[in-house]
């Protein structure tokens, strides 16, 4: 799927496409992003979103009512910061983004 794409957070859509988050340890320091229509044996090619990541692991999900959540660290260095952020457009965009977590010392992450 291309350069350092690994751990994917797969959500639906509504007409049945399957969109995969990723974290990436290369050069971009973005939460990388790939769309499958039929149901994941193919994958078009993987883009940069709009997300800052640092190469840390994420995870979405669907909720309720439709919108899109995603947890992850938003900075590109680090691990201080822990966010969420909400798509209302099945992640197209994310509009609204609130900090779990926030601060210089902190290292929000899963441990081993």
């Known amino acids: ?9 797969v959500l639906r859509r ?12 290369g050069p971009l ?3 990388r ?3 499958s229509r039929d149901e994941g044996l193919a994958w078009g090619e993987v883009g940069a979103s709009e997300l ?10 669907r909720l309720a009512d439709g919108r899109w959540l995603l947890v992850y660290n938003d900075t ?3 691990r201080s910061s822990l966010a969420v952020s909400l798509s209302e ?20 992450h899963y441990l081993p």
Not at 1 to 9: E, K, L, R, T, Y
Not at 14 to 25: C, F, H, K, P, S
Not at 52 to 61: A, E, K, Y
């Open 29 to 31: 320091r973005r939460i």
């Open 76 to 78: 590109t260095s680090g």
């Open 89 to 108: 457009d099945e992640g197209r965009s994310w509009r609204w983004t609130r900090h779990l977590e926030k601060h210089a010392a902190g290292s929000y």
């Open 1 to 9: 799927m291309g350069f350092g794409n690994i751990q994917p957070a």
């Open 52 to 61: 800052p990541n640092p190469g840390s692991g994420l995870d979405g999900l």
């Open 14 to 25: 509504n007409d049945g496409t399957l969109v995969a988050y990723m974290r990436e340890n």
């Open 33 to 35: 992003v790939a769309e």
